[in-house]
C-alpha cells in the first residue's frame, strides 16, 4: 500500500514538473534559443556520464534511470529521475530542476520506494562565444529537506548546496570535459525524537527531555570528475570516465558505521551517446567503483540510461 501511495506522490510531481515546463517552455520557444547553429562546435552535445545530463545550459527534459546493483544495504537499487532545464539570454543561463524516485529490490525483506530529494538549480556560461570549441561552466543548486517522513521519502532532512565549475575543450573528434566542486550542507543535524509528531521543537524541551545526540554528522564533500569523448561520427560517440568523490559516503557521515570506510570514493565509467535526431539524444553508461571490498563497497557496478529531448532551437 505504502509502496502505491509513493507512486502516486512521485506522478504528482511529474505533473508539476510538466506544469513547469508548459507555463515557462512557451515562453522559451520563441525568446531564446539552445545556443546551437551550424558550427560542429556548438552542436556537439557534452553529456555527463554519471548523470545523463548536459553539460552547458539547454532547453531540454532528460529521464534518467539508474540501476545498482547489489548495494551495500544488501539490495537492488533503481533510480529515475526526471530533469527539466530552461535557457535564456541566447544560452548564457539557464534554471533546472530534478526530482529522483528510488525502489528497492530487497532480499529477505519486502521491496521499498521512496521519493528523493528535489533540486533547483541554475546554470550560467559567462566566458567565451558559444560557438567556440571550448566552454566554461559555473553550475550551482539548493537541494530540499526530504521531510520527517522516511517511509515514502529519502535523500536526507536537510538543505543542501552545491557548487561546480566545468571546463570543457572540443579537438576534432575528441571531447574533454572536467568538474570541480562539491557538496555542503546546509542545514545542522537534528536529534532522533520519538516526540517528532508533537510540534515541540527539540530545542525548547525541558533539559529532562533532550533526546540524544544525533549518529549521524554532516560532512563537506568535495567531487571531481573528467571524462573523454570520442565521435564515431556527428551522431554516435564513445566516453569513458573517472570521479572522485571525499568523503567517501558523501555528505552523511555516520559516526559508528563509517570509521572503517576509505576517506575516499571513485568510479570509473564508459559508454556511449547516440544522437537520433536534432532534438532526441540516449546514452547509456556503465559505472564501476574502484573500491571492491565486500565490507564497505556502496555497489558493486551500476549502469545509466539517459533519453532526453530538446526543443526551441533556431
Avoid: C
Avoid at 500500500?1 to 513547469?20: A, C, D, P, Q
Amino acid at each position: 500500500m505504502k509502496y502505491w501511495e509513493t507512486r502516486n506522490t512521485f506522478h504528482k510531481l511529474y505533473i508539476l514538473l510538466g506544469v513547469f515546463l508548459i507555463l515557462f517552455g512557451n515562453i522559451s520557444l520563441y525568446s531564446h534559443h539552445t545556443g546551437s547553429s551550424d558550427s560542429p562546435n556548438a552542436t556537439a552535445r557534452f553529456v555527463d556520464p554519471f548523470t545523463g545530463k548536459r553539460e552547458k545550459p539547454a532547453n531540454y527534459l532528460v529521464m534518467t534511470q539508474d540501476y545498482y546493483q547489489s548495494t551495500r544495504e544488501n539490495s537492488h537499487l533503481f533510480t529515475t529521475t526526471a530533469f527539466a532545464e530552461l535557457n535564456f539570454f541566447d544560452g548564457r543561463f539557464a534554471l533546472n530542476a530534478s526530482v529522483p524516485w528510488n525502489y528497492y529490490q530487497q532480499r529477505g525483506r519486502e521491496d521499498a520506494a521512496r521519493i528523493g530529494k528535489t533540486y533547483l538549480g541554475f546554470k550560467y556560461q559567462p566566458f567565451f562565444d558559444l560557438d567556440k570549441p571550448y566552454f566554461f561552466v559555473i553550475e550551482g543548486a539548493v537541494g530540499f529537506p526530504s521531510g520527517p517522513d522516511t517511509d515514502r521519502f529519502t535523500g536526507g532532512n536537510y538543505y543542501t548546496g552545491s557548487g561546480f565549475i566545468k571546463l570543457g575543450y572540443l579537438y576534432e573528434k575528441w571531447s574533454f570535459v572536467t568538474k570541480i566542486g562539491g557538496l555542503t550542507p546546509l542545514s545542522r543535524p537534528q536529534p532522533n525524537n520519538l516526540q517528532d509528531n508533537d510540534g515541540i521543537p527539540f530545542y525548547l524541551r525541558r533539559p529532562s527531555a533532550v533526546p540524544p545526540e544525533p549518529e549521524y554528522e554532516f560532512k563537506k564533500t568535495a567531487l571531481v570528475s573528467a571524462y573523454v569523448t570520442y565521435y564515431l561520427m556527428p551522431e554516435v560517440s564513445l566516453f569513458t570516465g573517472i570521479l572522485y568523490r571525499n568523503p567517501y559516503n558523501g555528505v552523511d557521515y555516520s559516526k559508528e558505521k563509517d570509521k572503517a570506510n576509505p576517506s575516499y570514493f571513485t568510479e570509473a565509467s564508459a559508454g556511449f551517446s547516440w544522437n537520433f535526431s536534432e532534438k532526441y539524444n540516449m546514452s547509456l553508461a556503465y559505472r564501476y567503483p574502484l573500491q571492491r571490498d565486500r565490507e564497505y563497497r556502496l555497489y558493486q557496478s551500476a549502469w545509466t540510461f539517459a533519453f532526453s529531448m530538446e526543443w526551441g532551437s533556431d
